[in-house]
């Protein structure tokens, strides 16, 4: 993990002297994971740190300010008891007592099993909820980026298998529960708005909204969705109520069934985005005979793209459509671009939407004057090329970098053949 730091120096610096002391410690507490493999955390480990960041009045405590990523490190704890017995409520017990000895967090991971957790959570971080807690109502929240993870797996009929493949049941959500129970929950905190929110693979998406409804309840400048089994659509209710803050946006999930998922985004997030990002659909191999054929990603809207003009970053992974008309549109619609990336995506002749001929899918000369009138353009990603021969479109690299433009793609072999 690249995010971990090597202790030894800081603890050195410890020890030099007082001016030296208050630094080094803010460093090493700043996150209190950044120098734990989650393969090395146990129980041990874990009440050896809550000792360290409770003692003296939280202290220590004081200098934390993110716990992320934590999932991985309460799964070691659940792990680590081999009777299991009990085990998923001792970690959420002390997941609770973690953050209430970290007063200050501004980032934060919470995974949890139950509504209650949840709701234990938020009173753990100070957040409270609208009602007085023994007479005294939660002050003004720190917090500026949280993560929902999923730790507990929502299976009906199972519950998680580990990697040695054994079932553990008591690890399966056994009150269903949907956005209506967290976001109700949330929205009764001392939040009032957040920089970055983050879903990772979340399972309490089921009912209780309807599905085309926002209802995060607080604006929001940054929203990540990573899932494995949602679609734009049926992800609807994670985004913010109130979407005027929101400057970044990027979505990594299933592909949609049809593109009004895609042409419902200005709607659903504004117009005022600085950076969009969208994977929606897998990498795979095929011929070059089926390039032209549609992937697992319906065609792109190029129209819905006219409605951002505040963007400077462009990101479709997997997608269907690349072609020298969306490249105009963007370079008018959205003149303050300076990223594209079309990884993993296939290009479309404006022309001849069903040609197999790589000249009239891809048109250098044509793509490269439409590249030429973006003003701010620093980097390109072309995506998969329309070839199977090497170096094929070698030249078109340094004719973008003769224009200024660092131009990145799979120019060699960029479709492998499958059989």
């Known amino acids: 993990m690249s995010r971990l730091i090597d202790r030894q120096p800081f603890l050195s610096l410890c020890l030099v002297s007082r001016q030296t002391l208050n630094p080094a410690r803010q460093a090493l507490y700043r996150d209190p994971f950044c120098s734990i493999y989650p393969y090395e955390f146990n129980w041990r480990r874990a009440n050896s740190l809550l000792t360290s960041l409770e003692a003296n009045d939280k202290t220590l405590g004081q200098l934390v300010q993110g716990i992320y990523p934590v999932t991985q490190y309460l799964k070691a704890l659940i792990n680590d008891d081999k009777e299991r017995n009990e085990t998923v409520r001792c970690t959420m017990r002390w997941f609770e007592q973690l953050l209430k000895a970290c007063p200050h967090l501004r980032q934060v991971e919470l995974s949890f099993k139950t509504v209650n957790d949840f709701e234990n959570l938020l009173e753990a971080l100070s957040l409270g909820l609208s009602w007085p807690k023994d007479g005294v109502l939660a002050g003004p929240s720190s917090l500026r980026t949280l993560v929902f993870s999923r730790l507990f797996y929502d299976d009906e009929e199972d519950g998680e298998i580990d990697a040695d493949g054994h079932e553990h049941p008591?690890?399966?959500?056994?009150?269903?529960?949907?956005?209506?129970?967290?976001?109700?929950?949330?929205?009764?905190?001392?939040?009032?708005?957040?920089?970055e929110v983050e879903y990772h693979n979340v399972g309490f998406v089921h009912s209780g909204y309807p599905a085309n409804e926002p209802q995060f309840p607080f604006p929001v400048k940054s929203l990540r969705i990573h899932s494995h089994s949602y679609t734009l659509a049926t992800s609807i209710p994670l985004l913010p109520r109130n979407h005027s803050a929101l400057e970044h946006f990027g979505f990594s999930g299933e592909p949609p069934l049809d593109s009004s998922e895609i042409q419902a985004l200005p709607n659903l997030l504004g117009t005022t985005l600085r950076s969009l990002f969208l994977r929606l659909s897998r990498a795979d191999q095929f011929y070059l005979s089926e390039y032209t054929l549609r992937s697992d990603a319906p065609p792109l809207p190029l129209e819905t793209f006219r409605l951002f003009p505040h963007l400077t970053s462009l990101s479709l992974v997997g997608t269907h459509g690349p072609s020298p008309r969306f490249l105009e549109l963007l370079a008018?619609?959205?003149?303050?671009?300076?990223?594209?990336?079309?990884?993993?995506?296939?290009?479309?002749?404006?022309?001849?939407?069903?040609?197999?001929?790589?000249?009239?899918?891809?048109?250098?000369?044509?793509?490269?004057?439409?590249?030429?009138?973006?003003?701010?353009?620093?980097?390109?990603?072309?995506?998969?090329?329309?070839?199977?021969?090497?170096?094929?479109?070698?030249?078109?690299?340094?004719?973008?970098?003769?224009?200024?433009?660092?131009?990145?793609g799979e120019y060699e072999c960029c479709i492998r053949r499958n059989g």
């Open 332 to 408: 008018t619609a959205s003149p303050l671009i300076t990223h594209l990336s079309f990884l993993c995506s296939r290009w479309v002749s404006d022309t001849d939407p069903q040609s197999f001929r790589p000249e009239v899918i891809f048109p250098e000369v044509q793509i490269l004057s439409s590249l030429s009138k973006f003003k701010h353009l620093k980097d390109i990603y072309l995506g998969t090329l329309p070839t199977t021969k090497h170096n094929k479109y070698k030249g078109l690299k340094s004719s973008l970098e003769a224009e200024g433009i660092k131009g990145e």
């Open 170 to 195: 008591e690890l399966s959500i056994s009150d269903r529960f949907n956005t209506a129970d967290i976001f109700n929950a949330l929205g009764r905190t001392s939040i009032t708005s957040l920089d």
